[in-house]
T-cell receptor, first 113, second 112 residues
Framework: KAGVTQTPRYLIKTRGQQVTLSCSPI?????VSWYQQTPGQGLQFLFE???????NKGNFPGRFSGRQFSNSRSEMNVSTLELGDSALYLC????????????FGPGTRLLVL | GQNIDQPTEMTATEGAIVQINCTYQ??????LFWYQQHAGEAPTFLSY????GLEEKGRFSSFLSRSKGYSYLLLKELQMKDSASYLC?????????????FGQGTTLQVKP
């Protein structure tokens, strides 16, 4: 089976712009979770989507949003980018029925200038 | 509140054994995961504990004590390629949520 894929792998934006990141889960996985990883804060949970519905949400401002499509692919959007949004954005997929392992994609490294 | 603590850095010698500890305080508990992350790469799954005790998988073992809020990852016969960050993550109780709470990670350096 193919692993979790994320596009793009690298992105450079300027403050105030918006960005959309994409994640394709492992075939058969219906849950996609998004995380932000920074040197100072580590890995922090953004949100989780399951069957096209947001099932859980972390403590991030409303500028961070996401969605999931019927084929389980997910996108996350960050509007009005700030310098502090520079980070590695990771998505993880799992079957979605509870307790099982999450498998991570390679991440999108976002740099905001 | 939610709190997961791991040592920031550890150093060990090739061929030796190293134990990486993780303590947690969360509002609920539905399992603990260990991930390995090499610099610039994605975290990869190592182990999952939901019941007390030791889980062994080759050179890697993970232990859990739910009453003490404590876990450790044991790496035996260390190899240079084991130099990486090791992340402890807790899944809180509550439905089928995919939310994992991560510690800051332990950077392990293996020296020859």
């Amino acid at each position: 089976k193919a692993g979790v894929t994320q596009t793009p792998r690298y992105l450079i934006k300027t403050r105030g712009q918006q960005v959309t990141l994409s994640c394709s889960p492992i075939s058969g996985h219906r849950s996609v979770s998004w995380y932000q990883q920074t040197p100072g804060q580590g890995l922090q949970f953004l949100f989780e989507y399951f069957s096209e519905t947001q099932r859980n949400k972390g403590n991030f401002p409303g500028r961070f949003s996401g969605r999931q499509f019927s084929n389980s692919r997910s996108e996350m959007n960050v509007s009005t980018l700030e310098l502090g949004d520079s980070a590695l954005y990771l998505c993880a997929s799992s079957i979605g029925t509870g307790g099982e392992t999450q498998y991570f994609g390679p991440g999108t490294r976002l740099l905001v200038l | 509140g939610q709190n997961i603590d791991q040592p920031t850095e550890m150093t060990a010698t090739e061929g030796a054994i190293v134990q990486i500890n993780c303590t947690y305080q969360t509002s609920g508990f539905n399992g603990l995961f260990w991930y390995q992350q090499h610099a610039g790469e994605a975290p990869t799954f190592l182990s999952y504990n939901v019941l007390d005790g030791l889980e062994e998988k080759g050179r890697f073992s993970s232990f859990l004590s739910r009453s003490k809020g404590y876990s450790y990852l044991l790496l035996k016969e260390l190899q240079m390629k084991d130099s990486a960050s090791y992340l402890c993550a807790v899944k809180e109780k509550g439905g089928n949520t995919g939310k994992l709470i991560f510690g800051q990670g332990t950077t392990l350096q293996v020296k020859p």
